[in-house]
């Protein structure tokens, strides 16, 4: 691989670190550069998704209310859920974010384009954008409606999931709220603030194995144009409100790739590099909390989905049971132990971790905040790890709905008859467990890693180690334990 | 170049909001009846174990929870029909037979529809059940089909 430039930037160090290898993208595949810098990249990478998205509206309202031979059901909660978690976010960050069509409609309403670029003056940019132009208020500009907005949906997922209308219901609300937002606020607030799906995809986003960065930081900061986040004649002002400046995360880049096509100096770059390495700082609570529901939510779907609970189950199905104390008793339990159980043990363990360390110098704050990290790729392995079989089990059910997509008796490809097959569930468990031991490696090694920056002696640094890395792997047994019985 | 750019870019965005619905009208409304000759008499029978019946209404996700649906109880006919019931189910596993013409039982699962086909050559009364105990309601899931004799026929 000689002609492979692997940067090694061994000498430069972030917080305190080695940086790890990362490998330009765009510098050895130009046709990739060439082809996101063409204006109408974004708008035909979204247009199949759009048209399949409508299709999905169009099933959910008026195809079968059966939800396993309807294509919104099927595609959305088994194929796209599985793509997203397992697939998208480890090897492409937000790629989806690129291709979502929910903000399209709001898009097109903002700037009265759909490839074109409008130079102009809106505030804060170099483009003309269209509506109130508010800004967002700063005491939400934070992902806490994300984090309780996904644990809403996640409480009503047995209707969700399995029925057609309201999924359909769901989307085309985040399709209309999307589009009023952007009537009234600036650039992407939806995406940023409001979208129960960027939420987690903004966290899980952390360990994938692409970035987008400047190619060199210093030419950002001498740039006085700043187009990246200001926009310019080539490019939207940056949706996401992101400066390629100081961007050290991916967390809130969307990728939509408008710095790439804006940037002056041509120094934005898409670049390789290893698995959960790079972004290792959580930066408020709200991303805290965000990893602790994610994590719980994978335990509380596993137990009611994957588990042997009938009771439990039937608690959770409240529109086939009708049993509304049930389900208040699940969804307030679950809410109690996504927001305040599953936290609290968190904090108590990095207390407890202080207190072995004799770390009185460190505040229990930051050792919280950034002890946190360990719950991201434990949470997303759980995640791949409890979607693994909703894939393998029930991935049979596309060829049904690809043929009979509203489940009205078309046979478009003749397998609309196709029986429920499930594919190998004896190796379930098989894959299972190694995702989750997966998880638990690198969620240590994020914990090692972060500790490192705040202790410099081994000793001090394994004794905090000790208790937060005892729960995660409490946790790593329990989610083994529901998995494989 | 990028005004023609743009002019495709929301063309095809409204063609595709327009046309989706009208290619799925189409094929219910249009291609769907000439996959059968002329003359036949296509009937979309559903099946409902909530509430224990037949029904010849669409039940769509829209209309599943809040729309009740009327009871096919009673269908007409006219001897000599070639009839085509197109069976499905909009919850669990049903069965559908219509005894008198020893035709069925045919398994019509959740979310399927099923091709049933004869011809009512004779007058009289046709029930057609669900032949799957279904649900507590099941015993209620039938229905007749009345057919109307012509000049000088025998029934059944």
């Not at chain 1, 927001?339 to 110098?361: C, E, H, N, Q, T």
Request: net charge positive; charged share 15%.
């Amino acid at each position: 691989m000689a002609s492979v430039n692997v940067v090694q930037e061994d000498r430069v160090r972030l917080e305190g670190l080695k940086r790890p290898w990362r490998f330009d993208i765009f510098a050895h595949w130009p046709w990739l550069k060439r082809l996101v810098k063409m204006r109408s990249f974004q708008y035909l990478v979204i247009l199949p998704n759009l048209i399949l998205f409508y299709l999905f509206l169009i099933a959910g309202f008026f195809g079968t209310p059966v939800g396993n031979r309807n294509i919104i059901i099927v595609f959305v909660w088994i194929l796209w859920w599985f793509l997203l978690i397992a697939v998208m976010v480890p090897l492409g960050s937000r790629i989806w974010c690129t291709m979502c069509p929910l903000p399209f409609l709001g898009d097109w309403l903002q700037r009265r384009a759909v490839v074109k670029v409008r130079s102009g003056k809106s505030p804060g940019t170099e483009n003309q954008f269209f509506g109130l132009q508010k800004r967002w208020p700063k005491r939400l500009s934070n992902i806490w409606l994300q984090n309780f907005g996904f644990l809403t949906l996640a409480t009503f997922s047995a209707l969700l999931v399995t029925r057609p209308v309201v999924s359909a219901v769901v989307f085309g609300t985040l399709i209309l709220l999307a589009a009023a937002l952007a009537l009234v606020y600036r650039l992407r607030t939806f995406c940023n603030y409001v979208c129960p799906i960027s939420g987690f995809l903004s966290l899980y986003a952390m360990t994938s194995v692409v970035e987008l960065r400047s190619a060199d930081r210093d030419v950002c900061l001498k740039c006085k144009y700043k187009s990246c986040i200001r926009g310019s004649e080539r490019g939207w002002a940056c949706p996401w409100n992101v400066y390629m400046g100081k961007l050290d995360r991916n967390n809130y880049c969307g990728l939509c790739f408008e710095c790439v096509k804006s940037c002056p100096h041509d120094n934005i770059s898409l670049f390789a590099r290893p698995f959960t390495t790079s972004d290792v700082a959580l930066r408020g609570y709200d991303e805290v909390w965000k990893a602790c529901i994610m994590l719980t939510l994978a335990f509380t779907y596993s137990v009611v989905l994957l588990g042997p609970w009938g009771r439990l189950k039937d608690w959770a199905n409240v529109s086939e049971k009708h049993n509304w104390g049930g389900f208040a008793v699940f969804g307030a339990s679950q809410a109690l132990l996504a927001l305040v159980i599953f936290p609290a043990l968190y904090y108590l363990s990095v207390r407890i971790g202080k207190w072995l360390a004799r770390a009185d110098s460190i505040p229990t704050k930051e050792l919280f905040l950034k002890y946190a990290y360990m719950l991201v790729p434990m949470g997303l392995l759980a995640w791949v790890a409890f979607s693994v079989p909703l894939a393998m089990v029930n991935g049979s059910y596309i060829l049904g709905v690809i043929s009979d997509p509203l489940g009205r008796g078309m046979n478009l490809f003749g397998t609309a008859d196709f029986p429920w097959t499930p594919f190998h569930p004896a190796w379930v468990p098989f894959l299972q467990v190694p995702i989750l031991l997966a998880g638990l490696y690198y969620g240590l090694r994020g914990l090692h890693k972060v500790g490192r920056q705040l202790f410099s002696d081994p000793q001090q640094l394994y004794r905090s180690m000790v208790p937060p890395a005892a729960l995660l792997l409490g946790l790593t047994l329990v989610l083994m334990k529901l998995f494989i019985g | 170049m990028i005004k023609w750019k743009e002019a495709g870019g929301v063309l095809a965005v409204l063609l595709t909001l327009a046309g989706l619905p009208a290619l799925l009208w189409y094929w219910q409304a249009v291609a769907l009846p000439h996959h059968y000759p002329p003359g036949t008499k296509i009937i979309a029978l559903t099946a409902t174990a909530d509430g224990g019946l037949w029904t010849q209404d669409r039940i769509a996700g829209y209309s599943y929870w809040w729309r009740k649906p009327t009871r096919a109880e009673e269908i007409p006919l006219n001897q000599g029909d070639h009839v085509v019931l197109l069976v499905s189910s909009a919850d669990v596993l049903h069965s559908f037979a219509i005894p008198l013409m020893r035709l069925g039982p045919v398994d019509v699962p959740a979310g399927h529809t099923v091709e049933v086909k004869f011809v009512a050559d004779r007058p009289g009364i046709l029930t057609f059940l669900c032949w799957q105990v279904c649900s507590p309601e099941h015993n209620n899931l039938r229905g007749r089909f009345l057919v109307k004799a012509s000049a000088g026929a025998e029934g059944w």
